[in-house]
């Protein structure tokens, strides 16, 4: 359970994208292209999302790990539109995993943009909020995002704080590594062997319109003996 109040969950996340903001300003070189080009995949690292949209009336089709399946669609320039599931079975009428949700980008500049996306789980009856800044130089760009979870049921707050990084080595090749540090025991498909802080680092090969990411997760912290998790995900832009 998180012990945090309301307050102190968003100063500490506020306070976190601020520094990471800085940071990545300070660390990042002139960007040479603007955000206008969206290749397959650039809605998110692997599991974190970026600030990124693909152009308008574009379609995105996403697999994580054979069973996380996820659609997404462009309604306008800066409007994603997306729905998820483990698998499309239901189970008292409903479909474990499923969430749809909507992002909005409301910044872009040709090195900075920044997002706010909100979803909901009618499974797991937790609505997710979360703010995510986005910055490109030549062949590297940041992110860092605040992740707020609220369960319905219980009426308790979470929180993830993520940040990470994609290297383009070439237009094929690249590197994704993101960390993750939330407040609570990290539950689910991917996360169930993870407590708190989890790491993850994944190759990237993309022809614009399909990318691969593979690579692993481990946890950062917790007992010595969890193992690292393999990462998969196929990415699809039409």
């Not at 800066?78 to 909507?102: E, K, Q, R």
């Amino acid at each position: 359970m998180c012990k945090d109040n309301g307050r102190g969950t968003i100063r500490k996340i506020t306070i976190a994208l601020l520094v990471t903001l800085a940071v990545c300003i300070c660390g990042s070189l002139p960007a040479k292209q603007t955000a206008e080009r969206f290749w397959a995949g650039d809605q998110s690292l692997f599991f974190m999302p970026t600030a990124y949209t693909m152009p308008k009336g574009s379609h995105a089709f996403t697999v994580y790990e054979v069973a996380y399946w996820q659609y997404t669609y462009a309604l306008t320039n800066s409007t994603h539109l997306s729905a998820s599931t483990f698998m499309p079975l239901a189970i008292n009428g409903l479909v474990p995993g499923f969430a749809a949700g909507i992002k909005q980008n409301y910044l872009k500049t040709e090195m900075v943009q920044a997002a706010a996306a909100i979803g909901y789980s009618p499974y797991f009856e937790k609505v997710i909020l979360s703010n995510i800044v986005s910055i490109e130089s030549d062949r590297i760009s940041f992110h860092a995002a605040g992740i707020l979870l609220t369960d319905i049921s219980e009426l308790s707050r979470y929180h993830i704080i993520m940040s990470g990084a994609h290297i383009h080595f070439s237009e094929t090749f690249g590197l994704i590594g993101e960390l993750f540090a939330p407040n609570w025991d990290l539950g689910g498909y991917i996360f169930e062997r993870y407590e708190q802080n989890a790491v993850s680092v994944c190759v990237t090969i993309s022809n614009g319109t399909a990318r691969v990411d593979a690579g692993a997760m481990t946890p950062l912290q917790g007992k010595k003996d969890k193992p690292v998790t393999p990462l998969l995900k196929v990415s699809l832009m039409f």
